[in-house]
């Protein structure tokens, strides 16, 4: 291995280190505990080494963003694999679409809510998060129905679904409701 290849395996891993770090301390004490300081401390690096890695917070959060959403789409694929009818692959994915945002939500929130510099539904966008709206559109393209685009029809169901998520953990919908409605948009938005 050349002294090339070592260091650059070592930044890789220096850069793992510090999303794993982030992404860790933003599920324990949310984004706003989230500095500088705090990850040089728990990864025992300098700032200026967080630095040479990142410009700062925003493409931490973005770095966090892309590994959520790897995780998302991979969530989201086993559920609906599992499942043997159209109707169960959709609800399989809901099911697990609406489990990874109460229980990343630091993550979940680096994905759709916070700034972290990332291009979305543009050419530019990260094949992570292409990744991520293909595990939709691959179970939810199916049952789009006769004459509804695949692809509009992945949004509207997938903004229904954030919706969910993002009001039942602002504790503005009942969290013992979410069967419900879960099954409630499956069964009217799929046509099965």
């Given at each position: 291995m050349s002294v090339q290849e070592r260091k650059a395996r070592e930044r890789a891993e220096r850069e793992r280190?510090?999303?794993?770090?982030?992404?860790?301390?933003?599920?324990?004490?949310?984004w706003d505990a989230v500095t500088t300081r705090r990850l040089a401390e728990r990864i025992e690096y300098s700032q200026p080494v967080l630095y040479s890695h990142f410009r700062g917070k925003r493409e931490i959060t973005g770095a966090v963003a892309?590994?959520?959403?790897?995780?998302?789409?991979?969530?989201?694929r086993a559920a609906a694999d599992a499942a043997n009818s159209p109707r169960g692959r959709v609800a399989a994915l809901a099911r697990a679409y609406l489990d990874f945002a109460a229980h990343h939500p630091a993550v979940y929130d680096a994905l759709f809510q916070l700034d972290g510099g990332l291009a979305y539904a543009q050419e530019d966008?990260?094949?992570?998060?292409?990744?991520?709206?293909?595990?939709?559109?691959?179970?939810?393209?199916?049952?789009?129905?006769?004459?509804?685009?695949?692809g509009l029809f992945t949004e509207t169901f997938w903004a229904s679904l954030h919706g969910l998520a993002t009001l039942t953990r602002a504790g503005r919908l009942p969290p013992e409701?979410?069967?419900?409605?879960?099954?409630?948009?499956?069964?009217?938005?799929?046509?099965?």
């Open positions: 280190l510090i999303v794993a770090a982030a992404r860790e301390l933003a599920e324990q004490r949310g892309l590994e959520g959403a790897t995780d998302l789409a991979a969530a989201v966008t990260p094949q992570p998060l292409k990744d991520a709206f293909a595990a939709l559109l691959e179970s939810l393209g199916e049952v789009a129905g006769d004459g509804v685009e695949p409701h979410t069967q419900q409605r879960m099954e409630l948009l499956v069964d009217r938005l799929a046509t099965l």
